[in-house]
């Protein structure tokens, strides 16, 4: 079997977009982002982060990218010092070699490929550098822009979770896509 091995630093550069370890000075641009009303209302599950709250995340990720092995890697996806989104790989299983990938993209870049861009850069990193075998993701039934990302990225649908998460009082379902280092 192969091992997990640990990326540090990740800069994992697109046609459009880099993405990259987050910086202290990435606070205010990810706090707008978070705060955003159609981030909230499409992406998020809990209610909006505070400025202090964002500040504290980015010194938990930092802290846990030096995890061994790493357990998540949290990327900025930026074009120059703009921020765009961000992208997330969490190593859900050693033994298993398993992933999970996630991405938010500003709602002002919507519609534009950024979510498939991140998406393949973070299956690049999984099933390269990394070594996973398989990578999953989850998203919304009516998030139709999210599962069209999903797919277009290789990832197949594998079926529905039911009331898989609760969500401000709400349970959602979520739809479960999968692929595997064979099918790339």
Do not use: N
């Amino acid at each position: 079997m192969t091992p997990i091995h640990s990326v540090r630093p990740v800069r994992l550069t697109g046609p459009r977009c880099v993405l990259r370890e987050w910086a202290d000075g990435d606070v205010p641009a990810l706090h707008a982002m978070l705060t955003e009303p159609r981030v909230l209302d499409r992406v998020l599950d809990e209610l909006a982060p505070t400025r202090d709250e964002v500040q504290a995340a980015l010194s938990t990720w930092r802290e846990e990218a030096g995890g061994e092995p790493r357990p998540a890697y949290r990327l900025a996806a930026v074009d120059g010092d703009r921020l765009l989104g961000l992208g997330t790989l969490t190593v859900e299983s050693v033994p298993h070699l398993r992933g999970e990938i996630g991405y938010v993209v500003h709602p002002d870049h919507w519609g534009r490929g950024l979510g498939t861009e991140i998406a393949g850069q973070l299956l690049d990193l999984a099933f390269g550098a990394v070594g996973l075998h398989r990578v999953e993701a989850t998203t919304r039934p009516d998030h139709v822009a999210s599962r069209r990302v999903l797919e277009k990225a290789g990832m197949r649908c594998e079926g529905i979770s039911r009331d898989h998460l609760l969500v401000r009082g709400s349970w959602w379902d979520s739809v479960r896509y999968a692929i595997l280092a064979t099918d790339r």
